[in-house]
């Protein structure tokens, strides 16, 4: 009998095994955030209702602040710029992790920041609270600058808000920049900017930076007035807030909510290319008309639950005694054991058995050759 050798055995294997392998197929992309419907690129609107009024934004979301009901959307995970947007984001992060009452320095690169600005000096006079209010009152570049420093620099600010972006499922947002400004790579949707935007007016000091009208600010020699750049704050019933940008490869942005008889809508507009205050009162009032009555097309989802804590492992000292109530080590080590390890075991134990046993009755049959 002719024995073939292991390794051409092997060779045969892999060639066989090569030969049957079927082509990888590309996988199903995962549906989008809030509903299948939501995935549109043109007009999404409930059935059996009115249609939204035209606006000349190319993105928008109308949703329920209280139940997350997207009531209606235009391309709502479409991808664009968010201009100074993005600052609800910057809050969203910064408010939970930052002392208002903490003295805060700028430094040049902040008080040089360029586009819109609260005008901030190289001096400790300012708090955290008074950057809030720059950041989402004018729109400070130069605060958003100066918050990212506050909390430990810029790099750890854009990861922080990142993880903050992933944590509410706002998966189309990409942060590069505190203040929103272009930056490639940076991006949003109406979506996530609905999301973010509910997810602040939770907290009651994101509210009330968002829907101060004025307020005073320091200055080295003397306070003076800054006001709010959301002109809805001044024309629209019920306005609370939030936040409009703008940048000439993003054009206009802008979030606004408003609330009438205890109930609050949120409209998210994006890149849009004029003057938009009036359009977005339509579809406000629009979304007072369906909330209750129109069948929602999605929904604004919540954030995903916080991971829990992992228990520390004890610390081992050279003086430790062990516990008269641990495991043997054997017995330990067999409770660890998963499956895989458990059956690898029993082969490796019941082979070395085997060779036992067959090694010793050769050895008994040898003795008795010998007698």
Same mark, same amino acid.
């Given at each position: 009998?002719?024995?073939?050798?292991?390794?051409?055995?092997?060779?045969?294997?892999?060639?066989?095994?090569?030969?049957?392998?079927?082509?990888?197929?590309?996988?199903?992309?995962?549906?989008?955030?809030?509903?299948?419907?939501?995935?549109?690129?043109?007009?999404?609107?409930?059935?059996?209702?009115?249609?939204?009024?035209?606006?000349?934004?190319?993105?928008?979301?109308?949703?329920?602040?209280?139940?997350?009901?997207?009531?209606?959307?235009?391309?709502?995970?479409?991808?664009?710029?968010?201009?100074?947007?993005?600052?609800?984001?910057?809050?969203?992060?910064?408010?939970?992790?930052?002392?208002?009452?903490?003295?805060?320095?700028?430094?040049?690169?902040?008080?040089?920041?360029?586009?819109?600005?609260?005008?901030?000096?190289?001096?400790?006079?300012?708090?955290?609270?008074?950057?809030?209010?720059?950041?989402?009152?004018?729109?400070?570049?130069?605060?958003?600058?100066?918050?990212?420093?506050?909390?430990?620099?810029?790099?750890?600010?854009?990861?922080?808000?990142n993880d903050e972006a992933k944590r509410l499922?706002?998966?189309? !947002?990409?942060?590069? =920049? $505190? /203040?929103?400004?272009? +930056? %490639?790579?940076?991006?949003?949707? &109406?979506?996530?900017?609905?999301?973010?935007?509910?997810?602040?007016?939770?907290?009651?000091?994101?509210?009330?930076?968002?829907?101060?009208?004025?307020?005073?600010?320091?200055?080295?020699?003397?306070?003076?007035?800054?006001?709010?750049?959301?002109?809805?704050?001044?024309?629209?019933?019920?306005?609370?807030?939030?936040?409009?940008?703008?940048?000439?490869?993003?054009?206009?942005?802008?979030?606004?909510?408003?609330?009438?008889?205890?109930?609050?809508?949120?409209?998210?507009?994006?890149?849009?290319?004029?003057?938009?205050?009036?359009?977005?009162?339509?579809?406000?009032?629009?979304?007072?008309?369906?909330?209750?009555?129109?069948?929602?097309?999605?929904?604004?989802?919540?954030?995903?639950?916080?991971?829990?804590?992992?228990?520390?492992?004890?610390?081992? !000292?050279?003086?430790? =005694? $062990? /516990?008269?109530?641990? +495991? %043997?080590?054997?017995?330990?080590? &067999?409770?660890?054991?998963?499956?895989?390890?458990?059956?690898?075991?029993?082969?490796?134990?019941?082979?070395?058995?085997?060779?036992?046993?067959?090694?010793?009755?050769?050895?008994?049959?040898?003795?008795?050759?010998?007698?």
């Amino acid at each position: 009998m002719k024995l073939v050798p292991v390794t051409a055995l092997l060779v045969a294997v892999t060639f066989t095994g090569a030969a049957q392998a079927t082509p990888a197929q590309t996988p199903t992309p995962p549906p989008p955030v809030g509903g299948d419907l939501l995935a549109g690129r043109g007009l999404i609107k409930p059935v059996g209702f009115k249609a939204p009024p035209k606006t000349k934004a190319t993105a928008y979301v109308i949703a329920d602040h209280e139940t997350g009901q997207v009531l209606a959307a235009k391309d709502p995970h479409g991808r664009y710029r968010p201009a100074s947007t993005l600052k609800m984001l910057t809050a969203a992060t910064l408010i939970p992790k930052l002392d208002k009452t903490l003295k805060v320095r700028p430094s040049r690169d902040a008080v040089n920041q360029e586009g819109s600005a609260v005008g901030l000096q190289t001096r400790p006079i300012y708090t955290v609270d008074d950057l809030f209010k720059a950041l989402m009152m004018s729109s400070g570049n130069d605060a958003a600058m100066a918050l990212a420093e506050a909390n430990g620099g810029l790099d750890k600010t854009m990861r922080d808000m990142n993880d903050e972006a992933k944590r509410l499922q706002a998966n189309d !947002t990409v942060a590069k =920049t $505190p /203040s929103g400004l272009d +930056k %490639p790579g940076q991006s949003s949707s &109406a979506y996530d900017l609905a999301l973010i935007a509910r997810s602040g007016l939770s907290d009651k000091d994101f509210r009330r930076y968002v829907s101060t009208k004025t307020a005073k600010f320091p200055a080295p020699k003397k306070w003076y007035e800054i006001s709010n750049h959301n002109k809805l704050l001044w024309r629209y019933k019920g306005m609370i807030g939030v936040k409009n940008g703008w940048t000439t490869k993003a054009q206009s942005t802008f979030v606004g909510a408003a609330t009438r008889d205890g109930h609050t809508i949120i409209v998210s507009i994006m890149k849009h290319e004029g003057y938009f205050w009036e359009e977005v009162a339509d579809l406000l009032d629009w979304g007072f008309a369906a909330r209750g009555k129109a069948t929602p097309v999605g929904l604004l989802v919540d954030p995903l639950p916080d991971e829990p804590a992992q228990q520390a492992a004890p610390v081992a !000292t050279s003086h430790a =005694t $062990p /516990s008269p109530s641990r +495991k %043997p080590m054997m017995d330990a080590a &067999a409770s660890e054991q998963n499956a895989s390890t458990r059956t690898m075991g029993s082969v490796v134990i019941g082979g070395g058995l085997l060779f036992g046993l067959v090694w010793l009755g050769y050895g008994i049959r040898r003795r008795r050759r010998r007698l």
